[in-house]
């Protein structure tokens, strides 16, 4: 959101011409397949652990193609390796969260927990029985859900390919017409998991620490990942060590995960050293020049200040650990001291100035329009702005005014006409009262603004 505000253009950036290369996208399966295989076999396994829902196979998935792939650096700029891993995770998690529920009646995830309400509604009891042929078992009846799968990925790839220019037309939508729907309905969606407000302020922190992280560089999936691997790690963790003492590390299962996680790390990390010992050998057979060495310079900046404050706050974090007893700090300082560490390098790392000499672009210009840094910083401030006024709206007005008022008044400012201000904004309420008020009966709070003037009653 920030990003297109700051650009000022549609989603697209450029205009859409005759859509074609749709067989391309198909042939780009094929030319990755090994990819498309691995990333879907990564999610179907990550969606059967509890709680792993697809957003995060899909950053697990995505991962992946950036750390098997040679050339990093055409990821964020058009790689299609991108989109394949995650979209193949992204398809493979129904079937990886549905084993557990139908074999142990165990949902991996919400939509799950729906599916074994029905079940249990049409008398359908998930087990080790619906695993056995009949007339023992119910194998038919899941061999059912396997093919329904299978039938409904074919009809939705159809649709797709049926009104694919029609929503191609759709990233021509200019930005300044999407952002405020964009605002609200991360608000909606923040207010609506829990009914809770805090939930809204939880998102803003969150948002403007990725936006920092972004700036800076640092990767944001890592940080998803643990608040959503977090608990299970910290539950199972405590079951192991409860069970088995420090002996089960030595398990074959566990050793087995520890090799594939060390060859992962490991496998990118040689194959480029490899890469790179060829291109410095190449130059001396060909007479070509050899490549510039690594500049280290010591410099302190924005970037590095960011990784002395994540340095500083683990540090912090373990010496409040410092008194507790094995079983409480058991997890915080088997996760804490090695992200220490870790973070210490990157800290150094930074400090030191290693850097290599930007290469030449791979794709061409830059995909968005070109804005000065002055023009970007003041755009920047204020969609930052907006994101708080939007909540300070919802809070003093409550959802029921903020929405059509916030929308007006963003798009007055972004001198939009008044018929689509008023439009969009109708529009827009008339889907939040809609779908959350009259059909989800969601208990939004009242505005604030309201209980100090004393027209409604606290």
């Not at 950036?13 to 295989?37: C, N, P, S």
């Not at 029609?166 to 999407?178: A, C, F």
């Not at 060909?286 to 060495?293: S, V």
């Amino acid at each position: 959101t920030i990003e297109l505000a700051v650009l000022g253009t549609s989603i697209a950036q450029q205009e859409v011409g005759k859509l074609g290369g749709v067989m391309e996208g198909v042939k780009d399966t094929f030319r990755h397949w090994w990819l498309v295989i691995r990333c879907s076999a990564l999610g179907t396994f990550a969606a059967i652990i509890p709680g792993m829902g697809a957003a995060t196979t899909q950053w697990l998935a995505y991962a992946h193609a950036v750390q098997s792939s040679p050339n990093k650096e055409r990821f964020g700029k058009g790689a299609v390796e991108g989109v394949l891993g995650p979209g193949a995770a992204n398809n493979s998690t129904l079937g990886g969260s549905l084993i557990t529920t139908i074999a142990f009646g165990v949902p991996a995830s919400v939509i799950m927990a729906i599916l074994l309400g029905a079940f249990i509604i049409q008398g359908i009891v998930p087990g080790p029985d619906m695993l056995l042929p009949p007339p023992k078992g119910k194998l038919d009846l899941t061999f059912s859900f396997v093919w329904v799968i299978i039938i409904s990925n074919v009809i939705t790839v159809a649709a797709c390919f049926l009104f694919l220019k029609p929503l191609v037309k759709i990233t021509q939508v200019r930005g300044s017409l999407l952002i405020p729907l964009i605002l609200l309905l991360i608000y909606l969606g923040a207010f609506a998991e829990k009914n809770a407000f805090e939930d809204m302020i939880v998102v803003l922190f969150f948002g403007a620490l990725g936006w920092i992280m972004e700036k800076f560089k640092w990767p944001r999936p890592p940080v998803l990942l643990g608040l959503v691997l977090g608990p299970l790690a910290e539950n199972r963790l405590f079951l192991s060590s409860d069970n088995y003492g420090a002996a089960w590390l030595w398990r074959p299962g566990v050793l087995i995960i520890f090799a594939l996680t060390l060859a992962g790390i490991l496998y990118p990390i040689i194959k480029e050293r490899r890469q790179k010992r060829k291109s410095e050998r190449q130059p001396a057979v060909t007479g070509g020049t050899k490549p510039e060495a690594r500049e280290i310079s010591f410099r302190f900046s924005r970037g590095s200040l960011f990784s002395a404050s994540i340095v500083v706050l683990l540090g912090l974090a373990l010496w409040q650990s410092r008194n507790f007893g094995y079983r409480a700090g058991l997890f915080p300082w088997a996760i804490g001291f090695p992200v220490l560490a870790l973070a210490i390098v990157q800290l150094g790392m930074e400090l030191l100035g290693f850097k290599k000499k930007p290469r030449a672009a791979e794709f061409g210009p830059g995909v968005g329009p070109e804005i000065s840094p002055e023009l970007a910083y003041r755009r920047t401030l204020a969609i930052l702005g907006w994101t708080i006024g939007f909540f300070v709206g919802i809070w003093l007005l409550g959802f029921s005014l903020a929405v059509p008022t916030t929308i007006i008044l963003y798009l007055k400012f972004a001198k939009e006409k008044w018929p689509i201000t008023l439009a969009l904004a109708l529009v827009a309420w008339l889907f939040f009262y809609g779908l959350f008020d009259y059909a989800l009966h969601v208990p939004f709070p009242d505005g604030q603004l309201f209980l100090w003037l004393g027209l409604i009653a606290s």
